[in-house]
């Protein structure tokens, strides 16, 4: 899920591409997000860039 955010992909078109509804991707995103402590989807994407997703 990193990678698709680091791609700078809106949660629609993660979504497309994972086949799996909007709200699911969001919750994802959220998730992993607080699993980070990342603030927003930068520092989501920075964070799957210094460890190697990316």
């Not at 700078?8 to 919750?27: D, M, N, P, R």
């Not at 959220?30 to 990342?38: D, P």
């Amino acid at each position: 899920m990193p990678v698709v955010v680091a791609r700078g992909l809106s949660t629609t078109e993660i979504a497309g591409q994972l086949v799996i509804f909007t709200s699911t991707a969001k919750t994802h995103v959220n998730r992993i997000m607080a699993k980070l402590h990342a603030h927003d989807r930068a520092q989501l994407a920075i964070a799957a860039y210094e460890s190697g997703l990316v």
